[in-house]
């Protein structure tokens, strides 16, 4: 498969660096930022749940948006999250944000208020309406506390062509997500959110992955999601149970604690996160030291 749309194959939700004093790490960022682009990787996704986005402070987003914007310096195309539970807020932050250099949004189900699908479809019409870019939903219920249908996800494929261009899939329902690639517009995109599953996905139709593991190993995953898409499933296969392992390690205590353990271990960043998200404990730490000596 080419890679004809921009948030096709692999794009990576970057992690947000921080130095041993809990501040953003913008140097460690631009260094970040230059790596993926770098090592394969076709667009870069901020402002991401990796990101420890929640954590951050207005101007701390503004000012992360900025540095990844004019380190990529247009390379690869750039998704900034804007997402939330409150509708009117939401839509004044996507009016309000300076989105010079980036081509598009990603934005999450409302959560905890678990909307119905009638409010989940209100919502990003909402949002929709005043979105200047391309706009990828994200469904995440293990998260957000409730599902975005594959019905509203058609409909709104359907009503808003054009605007709302991809769904990030993250439900790891394999029925939904053929009922949505089944009936999708032809150009509407159907994007792994989890890393462990975008093989299959990518079997079933998908276009690719918004990717947490590919922080920390660029080429190898990004690789993998090439042969794929290009129909080389031996060695796409290889390369993800090459991988296997180091994908579910790194998941076993929350996001991001074990993808960022996994680069300090490569020298890329400090094992710092944000409460009331903490490292990985030093079990997993080892475990990961370990699995990741077997990938160089």
Known sequence: MALTHQFTGTGVAMVTPFNQVGEVDFDRLILHTDRLIKNGINYLVVLGTTAETPTLSASEKSDVVRCVVDACGSRVPI????????????????KS????????????APYYNK???????????????VADLPVMLYNVPGRTGSNISAETVLRLA???????????????DFEQVMDIIEKKPEDF????GDDSITLPMIAIGGDGVVSVIGNAYPALFSTMV????????EKARELH????????AIF????PAGVKASMEIQGWMENVLRLPLVPATGKLYQEIRDLDSKLH
Do not use: C
């Open 79 to 94: 998704i900034v999250g804007a997402g939330g539970n409150d509708t009117r807020s939401v839509v004044e932050l996507v």
């Open 97 to 108: 944000m300076d989105l010079n250099g980036v081509n598009g949004l990603l934005s999450v």
């Open 115 to 129: 909307p119905s699908q009638e409010g989940m479809y209100q919502h990003f019409a909402a949002l929709a309406a």
């Open 158 to 172: 359907n009503d808003f062509h054009g605007t709302i261009v991809a769904v990030k899939e993250a439900s790891g």
């Open 189 to 192: 995109l159907v994007v792994s």
């Open 226 to 233: 090439s042969a794929a898409l290009d129909g080389s499933f």
């Open 241 to 248: 149970y090459k991988l296997s392992s180091m994908m579910k």
């Open 252 to 255: 076993k205590e929350g996001n």
